[in-house]
């Protein structure tokens, strides 16, 4: 099948420190425009670290970055959400003393002035969550932040959304919800970068992936690629 790529998003040879310890070393990928890839790979494996440096959370030691063509390396997060790119960080981290909506309104920092529209956007994909608007977020169960997450995430009209173990701690029924809506997402034409311990699934849904291990890529392909291949089958899938 020939089809139009387009990178979206670029990472050439990065490299994350904590003090002298490398967390990431020589890291490049690519995620093309409208695609769902997966970064897989065992606890500590620097899959987090990864997502830090590219959404601009954490600074990469070396290496660069490259957003719809434009250089985005060393770009503090905030500006980084403003070219189109927003990170559902691991944990969800909502603020749980604040309404479901005021936490959705911080997320709507590149548009205030469409920031009803955006809010009726989260509305429609997560109704729960307009039924507990003015409930603080932290009363919410796993999975209802989760969606709180996604949405508030959502709130920036981005076109690059970078999920960190985003099914982490939830029951199979919500799984199901957020993966359908990760789906969703790349149906309206965005681009996904999927950091996901449930390999099955991610690869259910990705059209390509990594492996990473030790800090490295260890290996690349399409999902199908991969779903076939001994290594990932033994170690990630368990088959
Ligand atoms: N804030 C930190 N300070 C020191 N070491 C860290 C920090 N965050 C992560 N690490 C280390 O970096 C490595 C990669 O971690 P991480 O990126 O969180 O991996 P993953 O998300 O794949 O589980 C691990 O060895 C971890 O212990
Ligand atoms: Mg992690």
Do not use: W
Not at 87 to 110: C, H
Not at 209 to 226: D, N, P, R, T
């Amino acid at each position: 099948m020939l089809e139009q790529r387009e990178p979206m998003l670029e990472v050439q040879e990065l490299y994350v420190h904590y003090g002298e310890i490398a967390a990431v070393r020589n890291v490049s990928m690519t995620v093309d425009k409208g695609r769902i890839v997966c970064l897989i790979g065992n606890n500590g494996a620097g899959k987090t670290s990864t997502l830090m440096a590219v959404s601009g959370a954490h600074r990469a030691s070396s290496g660069r970055i490259t957003l719809k063509g434009q250089p985005v390396t060393g770009l503090p997060a905030d500006r980084v959400v403003r070219r189109g790119l927003v990170l559902v960080p691991e944990g969800r981290r909502i603020f749980p003393s604040l309404s479901v909506e005021e936490n959705l309104l911080m997320g709507a920092v590149t548009n205030r002035r469409r920031a009803g529209e955006a809010l009726a956007r989260s509305y429609r994909m997560f109704p729960v969550l307009r039924d507990r608007r003015r409930q603080p977020g932290g009363s919410l169960s796993g999975g209802e932040q989760q969606m709180l997450a996604v949405g508030r995430a959502l709130m920036a009209e981005p076109e690059l959304v970078m999920f960190d173990e985003p099914s982490l701690g939830l029951a199979p029924k919500i799984v199901d919800l957020i993966f359908e809506t990760i789906s969703r997402l790349r149906e309206e034409g965005l681009t996904v970068l999927l950091v996901e311990q449930n390999v099955s699934l991610a690869l259910e849904i990705a059209d390509y992936g990594y492996v990473m291990e030790s800090g490295e890529i260890k290996l690349s392909g399409s999902a199908a690629e991969l779903s076939s291949n001994s290594l990932v089958r033994e170690i990630y899938l368990g088959v």
